[in-house]
T-cell receptor
Framework: AQTVTQSQPEMSVQEAETVTLSCTYD???????LFWYKQPPSRQMILVIR??????QNATENRFSVNFQKAAKSFSLKISDSQLGDTAMYFC??????????????FGTGTRLKVLA | KAGVTQTPRYLIKTRGQQVTLSCSPI?????VSWYQQTPGQGLQFLFE???????NKGNFPGRFSGRQFSNSRSEMNVSTLELGDSALYLC????????????FGSGTRLTVV
């Protein structure tokens, strides 16, 4: 069975600095997708970044980038120039196809990030 | 473009009662998934509906059920509520349950007393 582990329950970072959130996963699949979602106090989960496992190039979205190490099954999120609005719970998620036309998500337990002024 | 709308936002129910939660997906999205989020268990998958058919189901008891209407709106129902059902229930929609990621609603916070 697939598992997703986020080993940092809480982190803090000073505004404008860089922080890295860790995520490891366990799977025997070769084709899958990885995501980082952000959940601010408003509760809505927001997609931050997506990575396709068959692509070696690390995904980037503005200040957000990932370090995807497929062999090590590691998928960390780097937030550059941290802003107060980045304060949220961050979830790492693994997705694979389970049957024709459907996918299965497995979420990590989350890392609570606080950006300090 | 309107986002995923979940109603109600908050709900308080008594043990033994039943509850119905509603989710309206983004216009054009045909897949709706439901998740239960608790501090102890994190996000747990309940079920997914596509074109009015349940095509994936998580490991929850039969007290949890759902349905999807022809306009893609979805409801989930929990019967005979237990204290442990207190949670944030999140709905997520996508065009067809594909791998581009979901759009989530803000959830319904259910408290069972």
């Amino acid at each position: 069975a697939q598992t997703v582990t986020q080993s940092q329950p809480e982190m803090s970072v000073q505004e404008a600095e860089t922080v890295t959130l860790s995520c490891t996963y366990d799977t025997s699949e070769s084709n899958y997708y990885l995501f980082w979602y952000k959940q601010p106090p408003s509760r809505q989960m927001i997609l931050v970044i997506r990575q396709e496992a068959y692509k070696q190039q690390n995904a980037t979205e503005n200040r957000f980038s990932v370090n995807f190490q497929k062999a090590a099954k590691s998928f960390s999120l780097k937030i550059s120039d941290s802003q107060l609005g980045d304060t949220a719970m961050y979830f790492c998620a693994f997705m694979k196809r389970v049957a024709s036309g459907t996918y299965k998500y497995i979420f990590g337990t989350g890392t609570r990030l606080k950006v300090l002024a | 473009k309107a986002g995923v709308t979940q109603t109600p936002r908050y709900l308080i129910k008594t043990r033994g009662q039943q509850v119905t939660l509603s989710c309206s997906p983004i216009s054009g999205h045909r897949s709706v998934s439901w998740y239960q989020q608790t501090p102890g268990q994190g996000l747990q998958f309940l079920f997914e509906y596509f074109s009015e058919t349940q095509r994936n189901k998580g490991n929850f008891p039969g007290r949890f059920s759902g349905r999807q209407f022809s306009n893609s709106r979805s409801e989930m129902n929990v019967s005979t509520l237990e204290l442990g059902d207190s949670a944030l229930y999140l709905c997520a929609s996508s065009y067809r349950g594909d791998n581009y990621g979901y759009t989530f609603g803000s959830g319904t916070r259910l408290t069972v007393v």
